[in-house]
Each structure stands twice: as structure tokens, then as C-alpha cells.
């Protein structure tokens, strides 16, 4: 099975840069995603990684280390509409029957503030 | 705007009420789930289809039934629900569900039904 952790909130301010940490412990490894999910709204995709190292798109980037089961989502300049909750989900492995089921963990409540 | 729409978006119902929930996805994906999400606890899928035949039940209560007509479309039916049902119903969809290892294969979400179950 599966198990993520992910801190429960975090608050930062307007402009500042943010890290939020995912670890999690696997029988199977396949891609780790994260989403954005905004109150009331579609989780949406952010990126994916499945080698170790840092993913860039734009405003945010994401780093994976297989060795250590970790993963962290970087968001950087950050706007007021970034408050959202951010959530990590690991994907199994094909050969021990994973398929493309993901597993998520709680979430990270995000607050930017002025 | 994900292309995978989802009706109603708010549902009130009673235990021994009988209703429907619909998702529909325009990408042209193979595959289709049903999530729960609720207060606190991480998404948890209930169900996936894959080219219209379920491939995996996460063991979910009889009470749920799904339904996957095409490949365009997946239905929920709901009866004689509990008030612990009550919860977020997410429904997605991805291109494929046997991939390649490295192929990200995302899964898109539906903006959800919020369902409360008096």
C-alpha cells in the first residue's frame, strides 16, 4: 500500500516563496503528482515527476528523490490567488498491479496573506 | 476548465431518497474514476472504468453503484445513503489505464458534486 504525508497548512506572504513537502512510503513507485485545488473547485494538475530532480514550469517547480521518498512542491512569487490546497498523490506500479491508481494524501492548506 | 463536467453540483437528499450523479468527460480519455472526498481524509477512489469495463472497486458499499455507458460517460446511483456519505464526488479521467512506465497519463478532475445526506 500506500501512505503520504504532507503538512496540514501553511501560511506565507505575497511575493515570497513557499515550499511544501510530501514523503511517502510505497510498495510500488510510478510518478508522483501534485494538484491545486481551490474551496468548492476541480483539483487541477500542476506536474508530475518520476526521476529524481527538479521539474520547472513557470511559477512553480517540483523535486523528487525516489531514494528518500520525498517530494516538494516550490512556488515561487507568490500571488493572493495561489491560496488553494495543494495535494500530493503517488501513483502505483504498473507490475504489482498499481495501474494508474494514484493515492493521495490530506492535502496542504495554503493562506498567502498580504 | 478541465473537460470533464459533472451534474448536479449540489445534492441534498434524504436516507431512502434515490439519486443519480453524472460526469462527463470531452477529451477523449479511456478511462473514468469515481473519488470521495471528504473533510480532513485524502481523496479516496471508489471506482474505475476502462474502456466501459470496471477494473477496480475499492471495496465501496452496495449502496453505490456505478455505471459506464461509453467512454464518455459515468454515472453514480445513490440509495438509502448514510449521513457519513455525505461528502465531495469527484469523477476523472485519463487517457489510458494501462500505461507505459514514465508516461504521466494524468488524471483530469470534474468539478465534483457536493452531496449532503440528511
Known amino acids: 500500500g500506500q501512505n503520504i504525508d504532507q503538512p496540514t497548512e501553511m501560511t506565507a506572504t505575497e511575493g515570497a516563496i513557499v515550499q511544501i513537502n510530501c514523503t511517502y512510503q510505497?510498495?510500488?513507485?510510478?510518478?508522483l503528482f501534485w494538484y491545486q485545488q481551490h474551496a468548492g473547485e476541480a483539483p487541477t494538475f500542476l506536474s508530475y515527476?518520476?526521476?529524481?530532480g527538479l521539474e520547472e514550469k513557470g511559477r512553480f517547480s517540483s523535486f523528487l528523490s525516489r531514494s528518500k521518498g520525498y517530494s516538494y512542491l516550490l512556488l515561487k512569487e507568490l500571488q493572493m490567488k495561489d491560496s488553494a490546497s495543494y495535494l500530493c498523490a503517488v501513483r502505483g506500479n504498473i507490475l504489482t498491479g498499481g495501474g494508474n491508481k494514484l493515492t493521495f494524501g490530506t492535502g496542504t492548506q495554503l493562506k498567502v496573506e498580504l | 476548465e478541465t473537460g470533464v463536467t459533472q451534474t448536479p453540483r449540489h445534492l441534498v437528499m434524504g436516507m431512502t431518497n434515490k439519486k443519480s450523479l453524472k460526469c462527463e468527460q470531452h477529451?477523449?480519455?479511456?478511462?473514468m474514476y469515481w473519488y470521495k472526498q471528504s473533510a480532513k481524509k485524502p481523496l479516496e477512489l471508489m471506482f474505475v472504468y476502462s474502456l466501459e469495463e470496471r477494473v477496480e472497486n475499492n471495496s465501496v458499499p452496495s449502496r453505490f453503484s456505478p455505471e459506464c455507458p461509453n467512454s464518455s460517460h459515468l454515472f453514480l446511483h445513490l440509495h438509502t445513503l448514510q449521513p457519513e456519505d455525505s461528502a465531495l464526488y469527484l469523477c476523472?479521467?485519463?487517457?489510458?489505464?494501462?500505461?507505459?512506465?514514465?508516461?504521466?497519463?494524468?488524471?483530469?478532475f470534474g468539478p465534483g458534486t457536493r452531496l449532503t445526506v440528511l
Open positions: 515527476n518520476v526521476l529524481d
Open positions: 510505497t510498495s510500488g513507485f510510478n510518478g
Open positions: 476523472a479521467s485519463s487517457q489510458k489505464i494501462r500505461r507505459l512506465a514514465g508516461e504521466s497519463d494524468t488524471q483530469y
Open positions: 477529451l477523449g480519455h479511456n478511462a
